[in-house]
């Protein structure tokens, strides 16, 4: 099976720095390793070459973000699977055998490893944790994360299992299902993306699978930094997309209407801690929903079927109400 890693990077010489050492040492036996560079304009790409000359280097002619960097690269490259690292991602002696093995069932569309937190390497990390789902109003959740609570890792999802989205930090995917739904949809930018991606496979009868036989360090960020108004527009906006694309019949509609109202409740509760920039990303992402609304709903008519997504009935009830805060207790 012909393997490529691609690491998508902007200007990030500082994470090259510190990475791509384990991703060349634990990966360059078993595939090829790419930096898609997404138009920078710091040292990455002389850094690169200078340094690890065993890469491959892609160089797109804009920052197109994670979905149009990702599609733009990856219409260079020919393998068998995917391999989709983040650049701030160390990776583990390993790591790959136990992921690639998952691909000899034809049946597997895509698959993560377990992603721990770098600076706390007990505990998973927030952006996929052990494996994604979703609550019937789209709201995400994961296998040791649910909302800003990320468990320790003691061994309760060292297991194998079907779930509903693998994350865009560690994204292994099989080619041929990644073109079959057209790659990542670019109206996304960044934030969500992989969700959609998944569910779009998903919903072509392919199967998405979180392995507890691999894992790797995520240096991201413990939670989602709610003061930046810019991950809030898209958070809050792609959501929305990701219901509107792949949820079916009338039932779309009813929980876009709910989504809009409690984004409300959301806003306003932002206006009330003072942070203005938040709400008003939440207002620009609802407008921005309704300009790209129609290209979304043709979205839905390519889809050959629709996979039935829910886990739960409501994440935020299940957390804030009943004060069940880890998924073993869901």
């Known amino acids: 099976m012909n393997i490529a890693v691609v690491i998508l990077n902007w200007n990030g010489v500082s994470l090259l720095k510190r990475f791509l050492p384990s991703v060349v040492t634990y990966s360059s036996s078993q595939s090829t390793v790419y930096v898609a560079d997404n ?21 797109n002619n804009i920052n197109g973000g994670y979905a149009k960097g990702y599609n733009d690269a990856l219409k260079h490259i020919e393998a068998d699977i995917y391999v989709l690292l983040n650049s701030d991602v160390e990776v583990t002696e390993n790591w790959l055998t136990p992921m690639i093995d998952l691909f ?4 597997v569309g895509a698959a993560q490893p377990k992603i721990k937190d770098l600076n706390k390497k007990s505990h998973f990390e927030y952006a996929g944790a052990a494996g994604g ?4 109003m789209g709201y995400p959740y994961c296998r040791g994360r649910i909302f800003n609570i990320c468990e320790e890792d003691t061994g309760q999802y060292d297991n194998t299992i079907e779930v509903q989205w693998a994350s865009g930090a560690c994204l292994f995917v099989r080619t041929k299902d990644f073109w079959e739904v057209n790659g990542f949809d670019e109206r996304y930018f960044a934030h969500q993306e992989e969700i ?9 009868g392919q199967k998405v699978i979180a392995s507890g036989m691999s894992e790797v360090y995520h240096l991201g960020g413990a939670t989602l930094d ?50 203005y920039k938040n709400t008003f990303a939440i207002i620009k992402a609802h407008f921005s929903f309704y300009y790209h609304l129609p290209g979304l709903v043709r979205s839905r008519r390519t889809l050959k079927s629709r996979y039935p997504y829910a886990a739960i009935t409501s994440i935020v009830w299940s957390f804030y109400i009943k004060k069940k805060k880890t998924y073993t207790n869901l």
Do not use: M
């Open 39 to 59: 138009n920078s304009t710091d040292a990455s790409v002389s850094y690169i070459k200078k340094h690890f000359p065993s890469i491959k280097i892609i160089q």
């Open 104 to 107: 000899n069932d034809p049946k």
């Open 133 to 136: 789902f979703l609550d019937s």
């Open 196 to 204: 959609d991606l998944c569910w779009c496979i998903k919903n072509n």
């Open 226 to 275: 709610t003061a930046n108004a810019k991950k809030t527009f898209y958070n809050f906006r792609n959501t929305l997309y990701n219901i509107v694309k792949n949820i079916t019949g009338i039932k779309a509609l009813f929980i876009i209407i709910a989504r809009l109202y409690l984004d409300g409740i959301a806003g306003l509760k932002f206006l009330l801690e003072g942070k």
